[in-house]
């Protein structure tokens, strides 16, 4: 099936680096895709950033981002260098890239993590809930499903897609489950 409402991000992705062998990390406003069955993609410190984690069970392909701000719209330069660091352009750069390797947006499995509010409790920002806001409006434009989400609250999350298995985990306050 053909997503034609994702728009291609004609810009520069910043990507993750490898830490060791098998693992990948995606730091802030960066990005890891995959199709080897043998990595691992993490990302670290979910606090009111979100991390984004989709897999196509048929395809073996599957993709990990971690966005820190809703709208490109409020700094276009940055936006125009680093996509990723937002939501609304960095999701959809993770699914086309995650298309191009073969996925199928009807199969997909989207988790997502954080938007909480770590640092400003009173809710003045409200940043972590913006960035759901952001994140959801993308899902609907383009027709897709959240398959699970743990989000909000005070405590920092690690996201990690393990290739091989097609699972996603989340790693808080000391114990790690799967999303």
Known sequence: MDWPRIERVLMPVQVGSSTREGIRVAGI???L???????????????SCVGVSVFDPEAGVG???????PSSKIEADKAVKRPCMFV???VIALLQ???DL?????????KVAGAGSPMDQVGRFKIGERNMTTFR????KNGLMLAAEDVGGTEPRTMSLYMGLGRTTI???GSEGEL
């Not at 073969?102 to 989207?110: D, E, H």
């Not at 409006?137 to 609907?140: E, I, P, S």
Request: proline share 0%; hydrophobic share 45%; glycine share 12%.
């Open 88 to 90: 609304d352009t960095g």
């Open 97 to 99: 890239a995650v298309m």
């Open 29 to 31: 406003g960066e990005m």
């Open 171 to 173: 790693r808080k306050n």
């Open 33 to 47: 895709v995959s199709n080897d069955v043998r990595e691992i993609l993490v990302t670290y410190s979910l606090g």
């Open 137 to 140: 409006k993308v899902l609907w």
């Open 63 to 69: 993709g990990l981002i971690h966005c820190m701000l």
């Open 102 to 110: 073969g996925a199928i947006g009807s199969r997909m499995t989207i």
